[in-house]
Nanobody
C-alpha cells in the first residue's frame, strides 16, 4: 500500500488539528492502520491504530481522551483528530499500515510535522 499523510502544522496549546492519511494500492479490509509520532531526540511511539474492518481502535494512554482515530471507507482515508493539544505533542507524525497477520508495520507514509506552541 502507498500512504500519503497530511494535515500537520503549527497550533497553540489547547487547540485542535486533524491529520489525514490517504491509502492507495490495496483493499484494506484486512489491514491495520496506525499513527505514530517521533519527537526530537525520542523514540518513535504508537499513538493510535484502527483495524480497518470492523473499525476496532486503540488509543495510547498518553493521548487517550484527547485523540481519536477514524477511517472513511469511501475515501480510503484514516484520520487522527487531535484535541486539547499540548506542547509535548510536538513531533513528526507518521501513518503506517500492516496486514492483520503481519508482525510489524511495513508500509509508511512520509511524516507530517506538528508543532504545538505554549
Amino acid at each position: 500500500v502507498q500512504l500519503q499523510a497530511s494535515g500537520g502544522g503549527l497550533v497553540q496549546a489547547g487547540g485542535s488539528l486533524r491529520l489525514s492519511c490517504t491509502v492507495s494500492g490495496r483493499t484494506l479490509s484486512n489491514y491495520v492502520m496506525g499513527w505514530f509520532r517521533q519527537a526530537q531526540g525520542k523514540d518513535r511511539e504508537v499513538v493510535a491504530s484502527i483495524r480497518w474492518s470492523p473499525g476496532i481502535t486503540y488509543i495510547a494512554d498518553s493521548v487517550k481522551g484527547r485523540f481519536t482515530i477514524s477511517r472513511d471507507n469511501a475515501k480510503k482515508t484514516v484520520f487522527l483528530q487531535m484535541n486539547s493539544l499540548k506542547p509535548e505533542d510536538t513531533a513528526v507524525y507518521y501513518c503506517a499500515a500492516k496486514h492483520i497477520a503481519a508482525d510489524s508495520y511495513n508500509s509508511w507514509g512520509q511524516g507530517t510535522q506538528l508543532t504545538v506552541s505554549s
